[in-house]
């Protein structure tokens, strides 16, 4: 017998056995093995909320809720909830609709994602939906505020019709250029920006606004009429107490009563934009929507989950509002007129960003489209990609009309929502389409991030750009988070006072380029 066949036969002692049982301390003994918490889903890559630094970040499934846990070297271990719906939120993928490449990027490659916006080759979408801050200054001082408006610059309009004329390069015909602030509409040439927008062709001009001037400023309501812009208007629901937290004007809700009157009086469509805090307002979702259906100027609502960027008070981000949280209490209040299975995600950002039903209104009756055609056949990217009876025409509409760049109460919207119908057996002949348009109602939720829940998977997919002087368009998320709203408006400010100053002098005034550094300090 050789030395390895000794070896074979020999009596080795294991775990298991008495002898090597006894020699093992009793606690050690006592231990079992067991599992976490939650379903590790995937890892991404997201930011420090506190430094801003880059860094890893893991998506976790837990009660069937979606969290993201992260750790920085620096400041230690962050979780905030992403989503309130595990199930949905990994059904949404389905949804996910390939790219749209833009004619042009405006900036190269060199340090990765989140640091090269853009748009930069990496970027997966082109811009849907355009946003043009004009200035950052507001007549309201909101405790919740992303853009955290105060004193700073106002863009001049060669600046802005430099910016439109970028946008139309890289996008042809673009569909949605939005004027937001600040407060846009107290820039003293905001009627001629959107003038300028509205002459280089651009389907939808947008302008966001606190509904302030509209109530009180009579000739600015005449040139609106003139120009028939749609409205996105900060409306967040009926109580004082509501008003009084997340605007710091518990007595607003008459003044932005009489200015949605005034735009309904001119034939403007409006967008109802509720910031919605799970703590102040979230049992008010329902109420909003029964009043925007009943009102004659709204022709739709974007909820939107209150995010901690910019300014904002204190909140856990454990308890953070999602989209599902919106849609439970929308089919609640609403006693089942809105159900959650009405609203599909949109696929044109990524799915889990936004999602959307529309309805049709006849009197009383409120009927979503979505029990009238089976839309989730047309969006899903994943599964139905061969189903060969899917109408391209229909799937196009759908799509058109599950986008960022739709804008409820449009002609556009209303041929769309129409060739939808065709499908349904409903008739379409004869169809007028402006009497059409304003019955259908558009219900949206937008979920953005904030430095607890950035995701680098989602960014990339962004359509909704700031569009900066020089030609930058830069993701929203990836400009209220990573930095780049604090370097552009110490740029833009600086830009300011030195034109002013070469105005002074009677010398002639070229800005410097507008940069960023995000270099660990």
């Known amino acids: 017998m050789d030395n390895q066949d000794h070896l074979s036969t020999q009596a080795v002692p294991s775990s298991e056995t008495p002898v090597a049982m006894a020699a093992m301390p009793q606690e050690s003994r006592m231990r079992r093995k ?28 837990r009660d069937n809720k979606v969290y993201m846990r992260k750790r920085c070297a620096e400041h230690g271990v962050f979780e905030g909830l992403v989503y309130g719906d595990a199930q949905a939120y990994i059904s949404a993928t389905r949804f996910n609709k390939p790219g749209t490449i833009p004619l042009a990027y405006s900036t190269e490659i060199q340090h990765g994602c989140p640091h090269d916006c853009g748009l930069c080759p990496d970027h997966q979408q082109h811009a849907c939906l355009g946003i043009i801050e004009v200035n950052s200054a507001c ?29 139309v390069e890289t996008e042809g015909n673009p569909e949605v250029v939005q004027f937001s602030g600040g407060e846009p509409t107290i820039h003293p040439q905001i009627i001629d920006m959107i003038k300028a927008a509205k002459q280089r062709n651009i389907r939808h001009v947008m302008l966001n606004t606190n509904g302030k001037r509209i109530a009180d400023d009579d000739d600015f309501l005449r040139q609106l009429a003139d120009l028939r812009p749609s409205v996105y208007f900060q409306f967040d629901g009926f109580e004082s107490e509501t008003y009084r937290i997340l605007r710091d004007e518990p007595d607003i809700l008459p003044q932005k009563l009489r200015a949605l009157d005034r735009l309904a009086e001119i034939g403007a469509h409006v967008v109802l934009v509720p910031a919605v805090d799970r703590f102040v307002n979230l049992h008010e979702v329902g109420a909003i929507v029964n009043f925007g259906l009943r009102h004659p100027a709204v022709r739709g609502i974007n909820f939107q989950p209150a995010f901690q960027s910019g300014r904002h008070g204190e909140s856990d981000p454990m308890q953070r509002l999602t989209i599902p949280d919106i849609l439970q209490a929308l089919e609640e209040q609403t006693r089942e007129t809105l159900k959650v299975s009405d609203f599909v995600p949109v696929p044109c950002c990524f799915p889990t960003c936004n999602s959307v039903t529309y309805v049709l209104k006849d009197g009383d009756t409120v009927l979503p489209l979505t029990r009238l055609l089976d ?7 994943i599964t139905n990609r061969a189903v060969v009876d899917i109408s391209e025409d229909i799937k196009s509409a759908l799509e058109g009309l599950w986008s960022s760049s739709a804008v409820a109460g449009s002609d556009k919207a209303a041929q769309q929502f129409a060739l939808s119908c065709a499908a349904c057996g409903l ?13 259908i109602f558009m219900i949206m939720l937008q979920d953005f991030m904030d430095p607890w829940t950035f995701n680098q998977k989602n960014l990339m997919k962004c359509c909704k750009e700031i569009l900066l002087p020089d030609g930058k368009q830069i993701p929203f998320c990836a400009y209220n988070n990573v930095g780049y709203r604090e370097q552009a408006r110490v740029q833009l400010q600086a830009r300011e006072r030195q034109r002013n100053q070469a105005r002074r002098a009677g010398t002639p005034y070229t800005p410097e380029p507008l940069t960023f550094s995000f270099e660990e300090k």
């Open 139 to 167: 007549n309201m001082d909101c405790p919740l505020c992303f853009a955290n408006a105060g004193a700073g610059f106002n863009l001049t309009l060669e600046e802005v019709e430099n910016i439109l004329d970028h946008l």
């Open 375 to 381: 839309v989730e056949d047309y969006l899903d990217y």
């Open 34 to 61: 067991k599992d976490v918490d939650y379903v590790f889903l995937e890892l991404t890559r997201s930011i420090c909320p506190d430094c801003r630094k880059v860094i890893d970040a893991h998506i976790l499934v």
């Open 427 to 439: 008739p379409d002949n004869g169809l007028d389409l402006q009497a059409f348009a304003s019955n």
